[in-house]
T-cell receptor
């Protein structure tokens, strides 16, 4: 079956720092989605990527769909306390799968 | 307000006692799905439904049942819960399966189930 690796597992950073996380897979996907889960809530879509090589920004968030279609990264610039939560990559092939998540904690 | 509503938010039960977690959406979505979230494993799909009376197994369907008698409701049934079903459960819906990468999955706020 397909393998999806999301890293890092967790990060504990200082407010104001930039954050980078990524997902790699053994399979090719047509779409990469990134979700964020706030504590005590369900995941919410942050960014969607539809084309290999696509680079998309949403405020302080930037995500890229890898050229090989097997990977994606998400960057958060100038982190703030409300960035805390779990971030999931969710590539779409013939179905939507979720990475294991990156837990982000921010020290203010 | 457009939303996916799950009940209950928290549930503690004993092994073997049948339970149902309800899920309702008010967005007229065709596609609905159940996930369980476990540390280090992310979200794993249990069952999904592409429309009324159409349900299919996801990646971890063992020990679960679902039904989709009407569009808005998609209950998750555990006929004989066991401790390994202790988890955080999420219901989600989308306009339809084919467009769900354009119209994103909307998640409920989760049900934390403990089976002792």
């Amino acid at each position: 079956g397909q393998q999806l690796n999301q890293s890092p597992q967790s990060m504990f950073i200082q407010e104001g720092e930039d954050v980078s996380m990524n997902c790699t897979s053994s399979s090719i996907f047509n779409t990469w989605l990134w979700y964020k889960q706030d504590p005590g809530e369900g995941p919410v879509l942050l960014i969607a990527l539809y084309k290999a090589g696509e680079l998309t920004s949403n405020g302080r968030l930037t995500a890229q769909f890898g050229i090989t279609r097997k990977d994606s990264f998400l960057n958060i610039s100038a982190s703030i306390p409300s960035d805390v939560g779990i971030y999931f990559c969710a590539p779409w092939g013939n179905k939507l799968v979720f990475g294991a998540g990156t837990i982000l904690r921010v020290k203010s | 307000e457009a939303q996916v509503t799950q009940n209950p938010r928290y549930l503690i039960t004993v092994t073997g006692k049948k339970l149902t977690v309800t899920c309702s959406q008010n967005m007229n979505h065709e596609y609905m799905s159940w996930y369980r979230q476990d540390p280090g494993l992310g979200l794993r799909q249990i069952y999904y439904s592409m429309n009324v009376e159409v349900t299919d197994k996801g990646d971890v369907p063992e020990g679960y049942k679902v039904s989709r008698k009407e569009k808005r409701n998609f209950p998750l049934i555990l006929e004989s819960p066991s401790p390994n079903q202790t988890s955080l459960y999420f219901c989600a819906s989308a306009l339809d399966l084919l467009s769900s990468y354009n119209s994103p999955l909307h998640f409920g706020n989760g049900t934390r189930l403990t089976v002792t």
